[in-house]
């Protein structure tokens, strides 16, 4: 069965320090994998979308990697904010035709403090 | 540009009441979604359409209809509301299919079911 399984559940670390969540997933063949932001009472948006044949990718403080052989992704927050403070989403998709549904992780919960 | 607009943003509904969820987009996207999220679980698809007047099922369809009338506008009906249906719904577009293009949700519809 496809998964994503993300880790930790969640995290809380002090502002301006540096962060890294992890995502394994089982889902086969691969297509591309997705990190989504999803700030509390709001709808996620999208950080990086990296294909097979991207092992990294950067948007700001934001940067993911991706090893396809180890099915292994992580996003990787640099000078913390407060601001980050949300749930991070790992999704993942197959490489087959057609509206197949995406395979979404369960996120993992980062608080940022003061 | 509004993006992707949900509405109503909350709702409580009795066992057995009916209601609509609309969704609109303004970015003339083929592709539309109803996502639910439940608390320690990923998003899960409950229908799709894959351009005006088609509507196909996703991984949890069951208690929910669809229409897409319009290319701009889906919509999310619930006959006969259960507590099961008690969730966060999202609705999201996209360019091209969700396996590979970029999905881009709006903010919520949070249904109490009692």
């Known amino acids: 069965k496809n998964q994503v399984e993300q880790s930790p559940q969640s995290l809380i670390i002090l502002e301006g320090k540096n962060c890294t969540l992890q995502?394994?997933?089982?889902?086969?063949?691969?297509?591309?994998l997705r990190w989504y932001k999803q700030d509390t009472g709001r709808g996620p948006v999208s950080l990086t979308i990296?294909?097979?044949?991207?092992n990294t990718k950067s948007n700001g403080r934001y940067t993911a990697t991706l090893d396809a052989d180890t099915k292994q992704s992580s996003l990787h927050i640099t000078a913390s904010q407060l601001s980050d403070s949300a749930s991070y989403i790992c999704?993942?998709?197959?490489?087959?035709?057609?509206?197949?549904?995406?395979?979404f992780g369960k996120g993992t919960r980062l608080s940022v403090i003061a | 540009n509004a993006g992707v607009t949900q509405t109503p943003k909350f709702r409580v509904l009795k066992t057995g009441q009916s209601m609509t969820l609309l969704c609109a987009q303004d970015?003339?996207?083929?592709?539309m979604y109803w996502y639910r999220q439940d608390p320690g679980m990923g998003l899960r698809l409950i229908h799709y359409?894959?351009?005006?007047?088609?509507?196909a099922k996703g991984e949890v369809p069951d208690g929910y209809n669809v229409s897409r009338l319009k290319k701009q506008n889906f919509l999310l009906g619930l006959e006969s509301a259960a507590p099961s249906q008690t969730s966060v719904y999202f609705c999201?577009?996209?360019?091209?299919?969700?396996?590979?293009?970029?999905?881009?949700f709006g903010e919520g519809s949070r249904l109490t079911v009692l």
């Open positions: 359409s894959v351009g005006e007047g088609t509507t």
């Open positions: 990296m294909t097979f044949s991207e």
């Open positions: 995502c394994n997933y089982t889902v086969s063949p691969f297509s591309n």
């Open positions: 999201a577009s996209s360019y091209r299919a969700a396996n590979t293009g970029e999905l881009f």
């Open positions: 999704v993942v998709s197959e490489a087959v035709s057609g509206n197949t549904p995406l395979v």
């Open positions: 970015m003339n996207h083929e592709y």
